[in-house]
């Protein structure tokens, strides 16, 4: 009974903590992880793998791995994609999201960016790994374990040299709707998220920079979580930072950028009750920078790489 309390545990646990659309210590380094505004907002096409093994120590505990990536057409237009696999004990997400994104001047220094993307995600209840105190339990046996759920995303990216802001919803419509089976009507939902995120590049000197950020987030029906970081950066290209997430975890995160390669991992240190019953968490991401040649797109303002929100 206690292994069925846990696991129950871990599940619950990881939808407060905004599972339901991947938890990730490394937002920072991919915000279109969070906001679907930021598609085509950089000079180049980021495409980035991520993977996080959560609670160390505690069997079926979450593990989630990602693909994402996006790129601008146009002078103002961006695309992309994010697919994502999330198993915690018997249950498995997996999603996919087509995004569409759109900028416009508002000063000279400044973008507005606009963002959308339509999601299908698909819920997976593997029963065979639920041991019930009944056998054969109705409620179990019953249920489905196969479905498949539409929904839409939205954001704002405001941008410029030195800093960014943005605020994204996501699963807006809360969609009760089964693609494999749509005449049945879905008891449970991907409940609505809300994102917010900034930061400010500070430049110390020509060689080292300090970026603090924020992320804030709240999901219906679930406390809000609140991450505080800050990177300090050495010649624009090796970073240590720190992250705390409230009443949650800290973070310790380090990496660094070689040419189009960037490569950052991040280790979590659990503060929470569950700290004694796990010995951390980590997560590795591996993002590659494609050139685009698009004569479309021309640079709309001069910048500092030091100082910049845009690396080349």
Do not use: C
Not at 132 to 154: G, H, K, R, V
Not at 238 to 260: F, H, P
């Amino acid at each position: 009974m206690k292994k069925i309390l846990l696991l129950l545990a871990i599940f619950t646990l990881g939808e407060i903590q905004a599972q339901q659309v991947s938890l990730n210590s490394q937002y920072m380094f991919n915000y279109f992880a969070i906001n679907p505004a930021v598609a085509g907002t950089k000079n180049y096409t980021p495409i980035t793998f991520s993977f996080r093994r959560q609670w160390m120590g505690m069997d079926d505990a979450p593990v989630t791995q990602s693909v994402m990536a996006h790129t601008f057409f146009g002078e103002k237009s961006g695309i992309g994609a994010h697919v994502f696999n999330d198993v915690a004990g018997p249950t498995r997400r997996t999603g996919f999201s087509a995004t569409f994104g759109h900028q416009i001047q508002i000063s000279k220094g400044s973008r507005l960016s606009f963002g959308a993307s339509a999601a299908l995600t698909q819920f997976i209840l593997d029963k065979d790994k639920l041991v019930t105190e009944i056998p054969n339990d109705l409620a179990i046996q019953n249920s489905t374990n196969n479905q498949m759920i539409p929904d839409f995303n939205f954001g704002l990216y405001w941008y410029g040299e030195r800093f960014y802001a943005g605020l994204s919803t996501f699963n807006i419509l809360e969609s009760k709707t089964d693609l494999f089976d749509i005449t049945t009507t879905v008891s449970s939902t991907l409940d609505r998220t809300f994102y917010f995120h900034g930061g400010y590049t500070f430049a110390i000197s020509d060689n080292f920079a300090i970026d603090p950020s924020v992320v804030f987030r709240y999901m219906l029906n679930a406390p809000f979580q609140l991450d505080g970081n800050a990177r300090f950066i050495y010649k624009d290209a090796y970073w240590l930072g720190v992250s705390y997430r409230l009443e949650d975890a800290i973070a310790i995160m380090a990496g660094t950028e070689l040419g189009k390669i960037s490569f950052g991992y991040s280790f979590d240190v659990t503060m929470s009750d569950l700290a004694t019953y796990n010995t951390g968490s980590h997560e590795v991401f591996l993002r590659v920078k494609l050139s685009n040649n698009s004569k479309a797109k021309t640079p709309w303002h001069k910048r500092n790489r030091i100082y910049s929100s845009f690396p080349e």
